[in-house]
């Protein structure tokens, strides 16, 4: 639910949220920020790598992320926003304070680890926080690359991540590409891909790996943004 009416919002949200304080707040990078969240509401939560949870980030908009750690036993969790731009998510979250409350709805999803013996990461850089989940969770070998702006080259290192950073030179999902084609996995029913972030790097990245004959259940794709659009 990106946006509703604002009356019906100040309804749902308490209904279905789970209140929790961001207890930290850390500066990774220019426009790359990690916050922590925690709450009673959020103990003994079911959540499974890859899960959503989703905040109401103004009166009217909702928006979803993918928490990079959730410890349900100590209900809490952290979230990575890689600040993309001007809209009220990236406002809402690059104004979050220690001490404030929110409400978290969710956890939920359907975009998990597959069992496979190896997990191929690819996306850009609002991939970040799932990839970190999913490094984190996977039974198999990570492997995988971030598309990621001039500069940004050390960014999955700063998560933990043993992934490529592939600087974006040309137009979006070229880099990834370029990783594939030096790094293409051998053909096994026993691989799966995860292709999250900018819909139309996701489209092409898709395509290819088809063309290439990889089965289309060895393929997972979360849009999390695209051009023009708002709110997914």
């Known amino acids: 639910m990106p946006e509703m ?5 100040n309804v749902l ?24 969240f925690e709450g009673e509401a959020l103990r003994g939560v079911t959540f499974k790598a890859g899960h959503e949870v989703e ?3 103004s009166d009217r908009a909702f928006r979803h992320y993918t928490p990079s750690a959730f410890d349900a036993r100590a209900g809490a969790m952290e979230v990575v926003f890689f600040l993309h731009g001007q809209g009220p998510g990236s406002h809402w979250a690059a104004n979050l304070r220690r001490g404030q409350t929110t409400n978290v709805l969710g956890p939920g999803g359907n975009f998990v680890l597959r ?8 996306g850009d850089e609002t991939a970040l926080g799932l990839f970190a989940c999913f490094a984190r969770a996977a039974p198999g070998q990570c492997i995988g690359a971030v598309e990621v702006a001039r ?39 026993d691989v799966c891909f995860y292709l999250a972030g900018h819909t139309g790097s996701l489209v092409r990245i898709r395509e290819w790996l088809l063309q290439r004959g990889f089965s289309r ?3 997972r794709t979360k849009a999390y943004w695209a051009d023009g659009k708002r709110g997914l």
């Open 5 to 9: 009416p604002a009356f019906l919002a």
């Open 13 to 36: 949200e308490p209904r279905f949220g789970r209140r929790a304080e961001v207890t930290g707040v850390a500066d990774l990078a220019p426009k790359l920020r990690k916050v922590r």
């Open 55 to 57: 905040f109401r980030v």
């Open 115 to 122: 069992d496979a013996s190896k997990h191929v990461l690819l």
């Open 151 to 189: 500069g940004g080259g050390g960014w999955p290192e700063l998560l933990g991540l043993d992934l490529s950073a592939a600087e974006r030179t040309g137009e979006r999902g070229d880099a990834l590409l370029q990783w594939l084609e030096a790094n293409e996995p051998a053909q096994s029913a």
């Open 217 to 219: 259940r060895s393929i």
